[in-house]
């Protein structure tokens, strides 16, 4: 926990909220491909639950987390960015997202208009307000599934299951996994399997009272230790660009661009809502070193938990802008404050953006060359345009008319295929955030970024939490 020093009211947050409860669904133990599964009643209800604490927090005027100049009234789009991942567990995060925003933006009366004949006109179910909310394709976005269809994570959970350390909690823990068989419903009670367990004997517990009659007391709590330290393995690493840290190195980039709309005065956007899965949560608790300073948080996080990156400005100086890590983990009555990046409480943006950049996987293009990927579709269209690119130099006529029409045919078709890939949205021009770094051009294609190594920030052996 963190004593911060700072006491003035955030000017934006960023909110990274995971989804509510679910029915079951399956994911390969090693490549993380999901089947599809649907949000339940309860899991609504927890996002809106959750939605309406976010708005006592940051859209009350009284509250002393208000965010400065947010509406509180009607939703005002232009403050607000909503995001949400479609892949994974098909549509039970953008649902929640929806439940979540209904909790932060209720139904009210005032949401009418008046008609030329003097009619006032109330949005349905008595005044309903609409939020749009940005679907992200984890086959053309991969911000917030960094791990999906990457080689290079695949072959380092592989390496995992290989270790001698996952060999010996398997040891460990067989005796207790072969009492689980009977309560599985003919499902693997290999290690390796354990994300499943956990998941199945979790949804029984919370929906079938049949199940949770006959569950030994202890057995899942015991189930949900082995899932954290499973889980937390699978998606982290000893070094911050390490690939076990993929699903945090892929969604940062996007995190910074919002910390630069929220300090740019002249963009009225000052809250930004990004709904995932619990993947993202353990990278980044990793290598922000949340984790590492406080081990209970080195696990799964519950439904409808959220982290709030609070933006504050002391003085009003954009180059003194301090961020500050909040948490929420399901259930639990408020925030709770945090230390991390091996400092105490807040943390300027510059040194927070100084410390993770030359870490994160900044584009598409930087992700296909990560993850070793040709074959998705945006990878595909990226290898293409680099083929026609080096086609052009190809020709047969004379060395004199090829260096004119190679050069000449060059310059056409990476434009063609430049045009392409920013029509596609594969590939961005943009000035890079909080530029402050010798080897950072002021404008520049996202084709690559500076590759570096930081301090190593190693994950705990064993973690004790359950529920």
């Not at 599964?37 to 939605?51: F, H, K, R, S, V």
């Amino acid at each position: 926990m963190s004593s911060s020093t700072n006491n003035s009211s955030p000017i934006g947050v960023v909110l990274l909220a995971r989804h509510g409860d679910r029915m079951g669904f399956y994911q390969d133990p090693d490549t993380y491909t999901a089947t599809a599964t649907q949000i339940t009643p309860l899991g609504n209800q927890q996002e809106y639950q959750l939605g309406t604490y976010l708005r006592s927090v940051y859209l009350n005027e009284s509250s002393p987390s208000y965010i400065q100049g947010l509406s509180t009234g009607l939703f005002n789009q232009s403050q607000v960015f909503v995001q949400a991942d479609l892949g994974g567990e098909a549509g039970v995060i953008y649902d929640s997202c929806v439940s979540l925003t209904q909790g932060l933006w209720p139904a009210t009366t005032s949401n009418n208009i008046t008609l030329a004949n003097g009619t006032t006109i109330t949005a349905p179910l008595n005044g309903y307000q609409y939020v749009p909310i940005d679907g992200i394709n984890p086959n053309n976005n991969m911000t917030l599934e960094g791990f999906q269809n990457c080689s290079t994570f695949n072959a380092h959970t592989t390496a995992f299951y290989d270790s001698p350390e996952f060999q010996e909690m398997q040891s460990q823990s067989m005796a207790f996994l072969n009492l689980l068989s009977p309560y599985l419903g003919g499902r693997s009670t290999s290690l390796e399997n354990m994300w499943n367990i956990y998941d199945y004997m979790n949804v029984n517990y919370i929906h079938n009272a049949t199940f949770a009659a006959a569950l030994p007391p202890t057995f899942l709590a015991q189930a949900r230790a082995l899932a954290n330290w499973h889980e937390y393995n699978v998606f982290s690493d000893v070094s911050l660009d390490g690939i076990g840290n993929i699903a945090g190195r892929a969604i940062i980039p996007t995190i910074f661009e919002e910390f630069e709309a929220i300090l740019d005065p002249t963009n009225p956007t000052k809250l930004f809502v990004t709904a995932i899965s619990y993947k993202p949560f353990l990278s980044l608790f990793n290598m922000t070193g949340v984790a590492a300073a406080n081990p209970q948080l080195a696990g799964i996080v519950d439904y409808a938990s959220v982290v709030a990156l609070e933006l504050r400005q002391p003085n009003g100086d954009p180059s003194e802008a301090t961020v500050r890590f909040n948490f929420k983990n399901g259930s639990d009555p408020q925030f709770t404050t945090y230390n991390w990046m091996n400092t105490t409480g807040d943390i300027k943006v510059t040194s927070l953006y100084n410390a993770l950049w030359s870490s994160t996987v900044n584009g598409t293009a930087d992700w296909c060359s990560v993850c070793q990927n040709t074959e998705v579709s945006s990878c595909a269209a990226l290898t293409l345009a680099a083929q026609q690119a080096h086609a052009a130099a190809l020709s047969p006529i004379s060395p004199v008319g090829a260096g004119f029409l190679g050069a000449g045919m060059t310059i056409v078709l990476f434009g063609v295929a430049l045009s392409s890939l920013l029509f596609f949205g594969l590939l961005r021009f943009k000035r890079p955030v909080f530029t402050r770094r010798k080897d950072r051009e002021d404008d520049q294609v996202e084709l690559s970024k500076t590759q570096g190594y930081a301090d190593s920030v190693h994950p705990p052996s064993t973690v004790s939490r359950g529920q």
